[in-house]
């Protein structure tokens, strides 16, 4: 089947109906295996958004609650040693 421009055109005139299905069977092919494609790169490319959006959001948590217990650390530090009585 010789193409011209992405088209398929015989050398003697209208395919025969068989030979229009074969085509057409074949188009569809290829249209179905682009979509597969297509479709399994975005859904590799959202898994990996997901993933780095849940260690972000990990990563940020773990920094506030590291935060948060340092703040209280040193928020109990400060409170002993000022109750500290060193007069004795």
């Given amino acids: 089947m010789p193409t011209i421009g992405g088209r ?3 050398a003697f005139g209208k395919y ?13 092919s290829e249209a ?3 979509a597969a494609t297509a479709a399994s790169t975005l ?5 990996n958004a997901s993933m780095n959006l849940a260690q972000g959001l990990a990563e940020l948590a ?5 935060k948060r ?15 500290l009585d060193i007069s004795r």
């Fill in 8 to 10: 398929y055109y015989s």
């Fill in 16 to 28: 025969s109906a068989y030979q229009s299905l074969v085509i057409q069977r074949a188009r569809m």
């Fill in 32 to 34: 179905n295996e682009r």
């Fill in 43 to 47: 859904t590799t490319v959202f898994s």
């Fill in 62 to 66: 773990t920094k506030a609650a590291i």
């Fill in 69 to 83: 217990m340092s703040d209280e650390a040193a928020a109990k530090a400060n409170t002993t040693f000022a109750n």
